[in-house]
């Protein structure tokens, strides 16, 4: 099995910044695209940022210049840098891999158990 820990979240005011954290581990062969989503009260889990294994990334519009998604491919982790905050950015934020599993021949995606973000004055 693979396991997704998430840490980082919490209650930050508008402007601020927050960094969240993921490690992958488990029966891992190969780790392809890493990233984060996120989930609103009301709202569908939208694309927050992904990062390739060859470090190739892919921002939503509303977080373009605001967040920086990074990754170390030796410790399977994959990190979120949020600045700028807005109440908008609030949600549960969801860490997400594409992994294949040792002795596997396709990937499959795996989830966090995801942290809350919220942004407030």
């Known amino acids: 099995q693979v396991q997704l820990v998430e840490s980082g979240g919490g209650l930050v005011q508008p402007g601020g910044s927050l960094r969240l954290s993921c490690a992958a581990s488990?029966?891992?062969?190969?780790?392809?695209?890493m990233g984060w989503y996120r989930q609103a009260p009301g709202k569908q889990r939208e694309l927050v940022a992904t990062?390739?294994?060859?470090?190739?990334?892919n921002y939503a519009d509303s977080v373009k210049g605001r967040f920086t998604v990074s990754r170390d491919n030796a410790k399977n982790t994959v990190t979120l840098q949020m600045n700028s905050l807005k109440p908008e950015d609030t949600a549960v934020y969801y860490c997400?891999?594409?992994?294949?599993?040792?002795?596997?021949?396709?990937?499959?995606?795996?989830w966090g158990q995801g942290t809350q973000v919220t942004v407030s004055s």
């Open positions: 997400y891999t594409n992994v294949i599993r040792s002795g596997w021949l396709v990937a499959n995606d795996y």
């Open positions: 990062i390739s294994s060859g470090g190739s990334t």
């Open positions: 488990g029966s891992i062969f190969k780790v392809n695209a």
